[in-house]
């Protein structure tokens, strides 16, 4: 068998054109018992080409093979996969409420799932690209989906979330928004799949990763971060990220670095990886 070297492409798209923001080819050699890797919960969603060794989701009840052609919806939480072989994947990357114009699916039916799109009603499309290579699909991509206008108010208030690292309310955001609480959760459950606390509890899980990093840590921790207490602060970041604080800080400075750094956090449609 030839061997693999490591390969990381990365294109920028016009999300005004087709809806995806980012396209990125990887490849990478069978690591023997490779561990899982994780994830992390944002507002964006994946479609994922694989074409080397099946990869899997591992989860408390095991682990299930995941289909070649897959779409990831928008996480609330972490999402383990594993490779099983050698990485080759070309994954396009689009705001959760591109979901419904490319797939015919909204955002809160794919809220932390994973699916084949050949289940999926627009889903057909995608196999139009199975005989392409790797490489030509980003084009396909880029030229096959009419223009997806973002939610502007949904915007808007993500900005302001982000903004606040998560410790704004839901009444404050809507009535700086003018509109009702009511309307502006339902806005958010369609656009993204969760509604606004949900997301600003993504943002201060985000913010705390940053502060636990850069040095913060205990009750100052959980107080700047913006959680009632410690307990609270380590039951979130467990959740979402299935590490503890002190486990993630007995990852490598090189880990660390890569995996939470600035310009991750501060994007809201990047996905975080750990």
Known sequence: MARMDPLYRHWNA????????????????ATPHSAPTRVLPSHS???VFNFGDPFERVGDRGSSRLPA????????RYLAVRATGSTDLLIGRMPAWSLFPL????????????????DLPKGRWVTEVERFEAESI???LT????????????????RQIQASSGQTRTSALAAD????RRHLCRLFQRSIGYGPKSAASLARFHNAIALLVSGLSGAALAAEAGYADQPHLIRSITQRCGLSPSQILKLPDSALKRRFNHSARSQIFKTVYL
Do not use: N
Not at 69 to 76: F, N
Not at 146 to 152: C, E, K, M
């Open 45 to 47: 969603c994946d479609l």
């Open 14 to 29: 016009d999300q005004g054109r087709h809806g995806f923001t980012q396209i990125w080819r990887q490849q990478f050699p």
């Open 103 to 118: 797939f015919g699916v909204p955002a809160e039916a794919l809220t932390d799932q994973v699916v084949a799109l050949s």
């Open 143 to 158: 030229s096959q989906q009419r223009p997806i206008q973002d939610p502007g108010l949904v915007c808007a208030a993500l």
């Open 69 to 76: 052609i897959h779409l990831v919806g928008p996480l609330t």
């Open 138 to 140: 980003h084009l396909h």
């Open 177 to 180: 928004l003018g509109v009702s």
